[in-house]
């Protein structure tokens, strides 16, 4: 009997010892923070998992988790949407979002940033790595005015340091911001692309009371062909000095060649922002336009 009741004793301090662990764990994960930045314009409300919590711009620190972030325009901004996404908040980390909200979700842009230690140890001691997400995917990013591929990418062997970081897709307006990279550790950049309204293709106005309408449609592809032979193209200044020329009409085909500011060239054809050119007499590819305009 005297051995039943020491058993049970031993047994009831192994379950109280599990139970204060168990709390003591789960009381410090509670108290890891990481420091949250937000901006906005206009000014906004912000909301983490619909919990009110302050407004723009919010600087203070916050519980380690995944969160859905909304932005709320205060004040007189009526006309303004609202916004709303997924963010992560690490230990001892900042997190950082830049929002400019816009009439509709596709007029607001911004980003949002953070840094983590790299799962794998970097091949030299001064690199670190910034991955790239845009909102379209499909951008094409820059690093220090160097094309590096197209969203999303992991850049690796990036020094440690500032640098400048771009994303650019047709039809929607150019992001740049400056990013500083630590050592051993990833940038995470996300970007929110807003549509240039200008780059949008333009609706021919119809009359439908005209009858040659229907006659004036089934020749549009060859009077299409005839505008694009009869249109110049005219390479504008870059950050590089010069403009890659393409096998195909994306950032992913191969380099044919390379034109420079102020050249001028016939258009052949042209797709979803990018146009067709003869670079040398006789070999056609392709250059993004948006260093390019037409005359």
Request: net charge neutral.
């Given at each position: 009997m005297k051995g039943k009741l020491i058993l049970l004793f031993?047994?009831?301090l192994l379950f109280a010892g599990f139970v204060a662990a168990r709390f003591l764990w789960l009381n410090n994960k509670q108290n890891e923070l990481g420091q949250l930045r937000i901006t906005a314009s206009p000014e906004a409300s912000v909301f983490m998992d619909n919990v009110a919590?302050?407004?723009?711009?919010f600087d203070s620190q916050y519980k380690v988790g995944e969160y859905l972030l909304k932005?709320?325009?205060e004040g007189t901004a009526t006309e303004t949407a609202s916004w709303q996404g997924k963010i992560k908040i690490y230990k001892n980390t900042l997190t950082v979002v830049n929002m400019e909200l816009g009439s509709s979700?596709?007029?607001s842009a911004g980003e949002i940033f953070t840094a983590?230690?790299?799962k794998q140890p970097p091949k030299n001691s001064n690199y670190g790595e910034v991955m790239v997400e845009t909102d379209p995917q499909g951008a094409i990013v820059y690093l220090d005015n160097d094309e590096k591929g197209v969203a999303p990418v992991v850049l690796s062997d990036v020094t440690r340091g500032d640098h400048e970081l771009s994303v650019?897709?047709?039809?929607?307006f150019r992001r740049t911001q400056k990013v500083n990279v630590t050592a051993g550790y990833q940038v995470s950049a996300k970007f929110k692309l807003a549509i240039d309204p200008s780059q949008m293709p333009k609706v021919a106005e119809t009359n439908a009371g005209d009858k040659t309408a229907s006659a004036s449609a089934g020749s549009s592809s060859s009077s299409s062909s005839a505008a694009a032979g009869s249109t110049t193209i005219v390479i504008k200044d870059t950050p590089t000095g010069f403009l890659r020329v393409r096998a195909e009409p994306s950032v992913e085909a191969s380099e044919e060649a390379q034109v420079?500011?102020?050249d001028k060239f016939t258009l052949l054809d042209e797709q979803s922002g990018w146009y067709q050119i003869k670079y040398d007499g006789k070999n056609t590819g392709w250059i993004s336009g948006q260093y390019a305009e037409k005359q």
């Amino acid at each position: 009997m005297k051995g039943k009741l020491i058993l049970l004793f031993v047994l009831l301090l192994l379950f109280a010892g599990f139970v204060a662990a168990r709390f003591l764990w789960l009381n410090n994960k509670q108290n890891e923070l990481g420091q949250l930045r937000i901006t906005a314009s206009p000014e906004a409300s912000v909301f983490m998992d619909n919990v009110a919590i302050g407004k723009t711009a919010f600087d203070s620190q916050y519980k380690v988790g995944e969160y859905l972030l909304k932005l709320i325009p205060e004040g007189t901004a009526t006309e303004t949407a609202s916004w709303q996404g997924k963010i992560k908040i690490y230990k001892n980390t900042l997190t950082v979002v830049n929002m400019e909200l816009g009439s509709s979700d596709v007029t607001s842009a911004g980003e949002i940033f953070t840094a983590t230690k790299m799962k794998q140890p970097p091949k030299n001691s001064n690199y670190g790595e910034v991955m790239v997400e845009t909102d379209p995917q499909g951008a094409i990013v820059y690093l220090d005015n160097d094309e590096k591929g197209v969203a999303p990418v992991v850049l690796s062997d990036v020094t440690r340091g500032d640098h400048e970081l771009s994303v650019f897709m047709p039809g929607f307006f150019r992001r740049t911001q400056k990013v500083n990279v630590t050592a051993g550790y990833q940038v995470s950049a996300k970007f929110k692309l807003a549509i240039d309204p200008s780059q949008m293709p333009k609706v021919a106005e119809t009359n439908a009371g005209d009858k040659t309408a229907s006659a004036s449609a089934g020749s549009s592809s060859s009077s299409s062909s005839a505008a694009a032979g009869s249109t110049t193209i005219v390479i504008k200044d870059t950050p590089t000095g010069f403009l890659r020329v393409r096998a195909e009409p994306s950032v992913e085909a191969s380099e044919e060649a390379q034109v420079k500011p102020g050249d001028k060239f016939t258009l052949l054809d042209e797709q979803s922002g990018w146009y067709q050119i003869k670079y040398d007499g006789k070999n056609t590819g392709w250059i993004s336009g948006q260093y390019a305009e037409k005359q």
